[in-house]
């Protein structure tokens, strides 16, 4: 069989036009060949791992009700402390000191912190759960709050 340059040029620009290589779908562990002759060497495109989230440093609640009162985390290697903060930052009350857990992949992610009841319990603000869950989404760090009977999400941003 003959193939003309005109065939060929037609069906390379075909197979380019569907995506398909020209190459060939088998690899040289397949087809038990290791040669590479007639055929140039493929580049291989290396995905760089991302960057583990990191959420050291402070943030504060962007879901406040009020101006002058809010609640502020401040992370810390592997641990957590969050505050009652109110008078405009003059006062502040332990809610929360228990660990973080961040993964070394993903930029959306939960983890639930132990309390470090050496410090909660000597605050009578703070939580008396064993675990708190914690998400982390959306550049938001976000936790249930319970108090008098009433629970809301508190979302924290990073200062």
């Not at 569907?18 to 087809?31: F, N």
């Not at 590479?36 to 879901?63: C, D, H, I, M, R």
Request: charged share 20%; proline share 3%; glycine share 8%.
């Amino acid at each position: 069989m003959k193939i003309t340059a005109t065939k060929l040029g037609a069906t390379v620009a075909l197979l380019a036009f569907l995506g398909i290589s020209a190459v060939g779908c088998s690899s040289p562990e397949s087809t038990g060949s290791s040669s590479n002759e007639g055929t140039k060497p493929e580049t291989e495109q290396v995905e760089e791992a991302p960057e583990p989230v990191s959420l050291e440093g402070v943030w504060k609640q962007n879901n406040s009700n009020s101006e002058d009162s809010w609640q502020q985390a401040t992370i810390t290697g592997d641990t957590i402390e969050v505050y009652w903060v109110a008078d405009a930052g003059d006062t502040k009350s332990l809610y929360w000191a228990g660990t973080v857990e961040v993964p070394a992949e993903g930029d959306s992610f939960s983890f639930d912190s132990a309390n470090d009841t050496s410090k909660t319990e000597k605050s009578i603000m703070a939580s008396g759960d064993a675990t708190k869950t914690f998400t982390f989404e959306n550049d938001e760090l976000s936790y249930e709050v319970t108090a008098m009977g009433t629970t809301m999400t508190v979302r924290l941003s990073h200062e």
